[in-house]
């Protein structure tokens, strides 16, 4: 069974920095495309960012300088810093894989990530 299982949400301050962690298992990891969304209840979930299995990047203009993701295919773990955080940055952020040769898109249960003063 794929799992992955997100980390490192909290709350933080106007300014602050986070690092989002996302440990997989049940997948070879060196096999996915590996990406971030937010998803604010009540609105459809939002790409944040993609990562892909040779280390490739893509941002959404709403993440572009601010957000970085990352990977290490031997930890078979993926991460999404974020700097300079806003109060409209609040919301769940989600983990999701893929296989390259596929389409099915697997998601984790979220951490939740709060910028307040």
């Known amino acids: 069974q794929v799992q992955l299982v997100e980390s490192g949400g909290g709350l933080v301050q106007p300014g602050g920095s986070l690092r989002l962690s996302c440990a997989a298992s049940?997948?070879?990891?060196?096999?996915?495309?590996m990406g971030w969304y937010r998803q604010v209840p009540g609105k459809q979930r939002e790409w944040v960012a993609t990562?892909?299995?040779?280390?490739?990047?893509m941002y959404a203009d709403s993440s572009a300088g601010r957000f970085t993701i990352s990977r290490d295919n031997a930890k078979n773990t993926t991460w999404l810093r974020l700097n300079n955080l806003k109060r409209e940055d609040t919301t769940v952020y989600y983990c999701?894989?893929?296989?390259?040769?596929?389409?099915?898109?697997?998601w984790g249960q979220g951490t939740r990530v709060t910028v307040s003063s």
């Open positions: 049940g997948i070879i990891f060196s096999s996915t495309v």
């Open positions: 990562i892909t299995k040779g280390g490739n990047t």
């Open positions: 999701s894989a893929r296989l390259v040769i596929g389409d099915r898109m697997w």
